[in-house]
């Protein structure tokens, strides 16, 4: 066990900054008492490794102990975590997978140990691309087959579909070298998700090569300044995307080799683009011949033993967060991808699943504060994420880390040293599903403007935030991205610039550029978009499986709509760009929080202000607005810098880009100056002053 908290005594306790936490959110102070135990439970972890681990340093670069490593003399020496096992045996292509010969040896504390000499020519006794398999002696004596837990590459069997380890150790000169140091850490995230695999309109599995290639270009003409890639972490179920992981320290092979990664992830930062990496830490795959799951063959290991180790929701296992060596794992394959591979962040995923022992299955978060200081809540885990981003930030300060939380647990983005968790950001995730009851449950005049401004805006503030209006999860089979939705089947007949605009596609994209810019602007302090919707990608992603015949048809991103010039895809994308850039320019996400003047429930407007530039958005259905007061702070000149009704983004032109806007120091809407605009129905524009 590493620690109890029941033995943390909290009057012992000090947490230096906790003034600026509670200067922030004076209500924490009523919880003063359990957040000194939980700070408490941090530091003795931080004690313990540091008493008997030789050190953070040393306790989180296990991969430098364990696993297979090439000797001075040409040999290997390998190592291994298996308490339970009689005995363990690495068997292979290199030995004719003869399970006998190479014994480990029993070295304490649950630690095997093998080392294997030179061949008589020096060279190394394990060829490169070697294919390996360990095999266990369970305590019922019975011969397991298992993968290496921190192999660093693992290959699928095409007959079997069971992946082995690999041995991935290739010739000087065919590793990749960096070339390019890691770009600053943004002011202003603008984050492009995606998946490797369906980054082409073919439908196959895409690869490193072709997404540094092909993808890599776009992304950074589209004005994104951060790539967060899923399912890199492999895992053995192509459709689980990437959360079902079995080798947590191997890059996925359907991709093609780590080098390939390692090239992706360099020339994103010749760019000036940083990369974070989908990271997997609360759960794993229940596969037992290519997994951890029952490694050494018992039902704990890694993981809890009984109810407490099982995911009755995603069928997969939970780990032992109290246990020395799954915290060495953990930590460890965090140092790994970032010294390795030169990582730039990484998005923590199910974080609202690891901090609660009910996983927040049938639990809905009211935010009320005894929701999150109760016994519902699972102080390992929540150490272990602490220490986690305490160890990354004190090793990599570039590094930026994001929680996929939706409960909202307080301080979980505040600095450690002030009794938080630690984050950078965590994701605005209550924002998508409402854009998605808007569209299904309502009529566009009976949307609640004032609810759906309350949405944008409800979140902590002084702890950073990532907005989005869609991600992933809606883009997966069984519900609709914003576009389908809003275009349905009129995307297959009158996407055509040669076609009439109809009604839907005409709403449609209105609404899509409405809806992309005012998340974008009022709902965070960074924004993300999943690959494809920056277009309006049409259909859903499904990944082959006996349902859908096996079938790659939607497991692929059709930018050749995009390409064809057409289509009125380009349209979509033409706005989401200059959204970017002119966010570049601005740094919206990077100032202090919109001011909001102006939320017309009859009209439908809703005017903001924010790093300068005044937001206007009329959602009416119908109506438009010529001489529409608003309220502004500053006074003076200004003009048109982005609008939605423009002939680039599909619309029908009915702004003046020459009018220049006068204010008149009349207040209006509580703020000193006002000016006069005409803003049409389902249009939005931003205006800049101007000397």
């Not at 959360?243 to 760019?271: C, I, W």
């Not at 951890?292 to 296992?317: A, M, P, Q, T």
């Not at 607005?625 to 702070?633: A, E, P, Q, V």
Request: with cysteine; aromatic share 14%; hydrophobic share 35%.
């Amino acid at each position: 066990m590493a620690v109890n908290g029941m033995f943390i005594d909290h009057t012992k306790v000090v947490i230096p900054d906790v003034g600026n936490l509670f200067e922030l959110d004076p209500y924490l102070k009523e919880h003063s008492k359990e957040l000194h135990r939980r700070y408490g439970c941090f530091q003795s972890l931080v004690q313990g490794i540091e008493d008997h681990e030789g050190g953070l340093d040393k306790f989180t670069k296990g991969y430098d102990f364990y696993g297979i490593h090439v000797t001075e003399d040409g040999g290997v020496v390998c190592r291994e975590w298996a308490p339970a096992a009689k005995a363990v045996y690495l068997r292979g292509d290199f030995n004719d997978w003869n399970s006998s010969q190479y014994e480990y040896k029993d070295i304490g504390f649950g630690k095997w140990e093998l080392v294997i000499p030179p061949k008589p020519d020096g060279s190394c006794p394990i060829p490169h691309n070697s294919l390996l398999k360990l095999c266990i002696r369970a305590a019922n004596d019975e011969l397991l087959d298992r993968i290496l837990p921190y192999g660093t590459y693992a290959i699928q069997d095409p007959n079997t579909y069971l992946f082995s380890s690999c041995f991935w150790n290739p010739p000087e000169d065919q590793k990749y070298k960096y070339k390019f140091q890691h770009p600053p850490r943004p002011k202003s995230l603008r984050i492009y998700e995606a998946h490797v695999g369906i980054a082409s309109w073919e439908g196959k599995v895409s690869d490193y090569d072709h997404f540094t290639d092909h993808v890599l270009p776009r992304i950074k003409r589209q004005g994104y300044n951060c790539i967060q890639l899923m399912a890199i972490m492999e895992h053995a179920f192509y459709g689980s995307f990437g959360y079902q992981v079995t080798n947590f320290f191997a890059p996925s092979s359907r991709y093609g080799n780590p080098e390939g990664l390692k090239r992706l992830v360099d020339t994103a930062h010749s760019m000036g683009i940083v990369v974070y990496l989908d990271i997997v830490h609360s759960h794993a795959a229940k596969n037992v011949l290519d997994g951890l799951n029952e490694f050494d063959g018992s039902k704990s290991c890694f993981f809890h033993d009984g109810s407490r180790g099982n995911h009755d929701l995603w069928d997969s296992r939970l780990f032992n967060y109290n246990s020395w060596e799954v915290l060495r794992f953990l930590l460890s394959n965090l140092r790994y991808w970032a010294a390795e591979f030169h990582f730039d962040g990484f998005r923590f995923d199910g974080v609202t699943s690891m901090i609660y022992h009910h996983h927040g299955m049938g639990t809905g978060f009211s935010g009320g504060y005894h929701e999150y200081f109760g016994l519902a809540t699972d102080t390992e885990a929540l150490s272990y994420l602490t220490l986690a981003n305490y160890m990354i930030h004190k090793f990599y300060p570039h590094v930026v880390t994001v929680a996929e939380d939706v409960s909202g647990m307080p301080g979980l983005c505040r600095p450690v040293a002030e009794g938080g968790a630690g984050f950078d950001y965590r994701l605005g995730m209550a924002i998508p599903d409402i854009w998605i009851k808007m569209l299904k449950e309502q009529k566009d005049e009976d949307w609640n403007i004032g609810n759906m401004v309350w949405t944008l805006i409800n979140r902590r503030h002084g702890e950073l935030t990532i907005t989005y209006a869609e991600s992933h999860d809606q883009a997966l089979v069984g519900d609709k991205t914003i576009a389908f939705w809003l275009m349905d089947k009129e995307m297959y007949t009158n996407m055509s610039v040669m076609s009439e605009m109809t009604h839907v596609i005409d709403r449609g994209m209105s609404l899509h550029k409405l809806i992309r810019l005012v998340t974008h602007a009022l709902g965070g302090e960074g924004w993300l978009n999943f690959i494809g919707n920056e277009f309006g990608h049409p259909e859903w992603l499904d990944f082959p499986r006996p349902g859908n015949n096996n079938s790659f048809h939607y497991a692929r991103r059709q930018f050749n709509v995009l390409d064809d010039d057409n289509l009125r895809y380009k349209f979509l994308n033409n706005f989401d760009r200059d959204m970017n850039l002119l966010e570049e320019k601005y740094g919206w996400l990077a100032s202090h929080q919109a001011f909001i003047s102006c939320k017309h429930q009859d009209d439908k407007v809703v005017v903001f202000e924010r790093a300068g530039l005044v937001f206007v958005f009329n959602f009416h259905t119908s109506k438009s607005f010529s001489d529409y007061r608003i309220g502004c702070h500053q006074a003076g000149k200004y003009r048109i810098v982005l609008d939605s009704d423009a002939e680039a983004y599909g619309g029908h032109k009915r702004l003046d880009h020459n009018t220049d806007f006068f204010t008149t120091p009349e207040p209006w809407h509580e703020r000193g100056n006002s000016l006069r605009v005409y803003i049409p129905c389902r249009v939005a524009v931003i205006l800049a002053p101007v000397e």
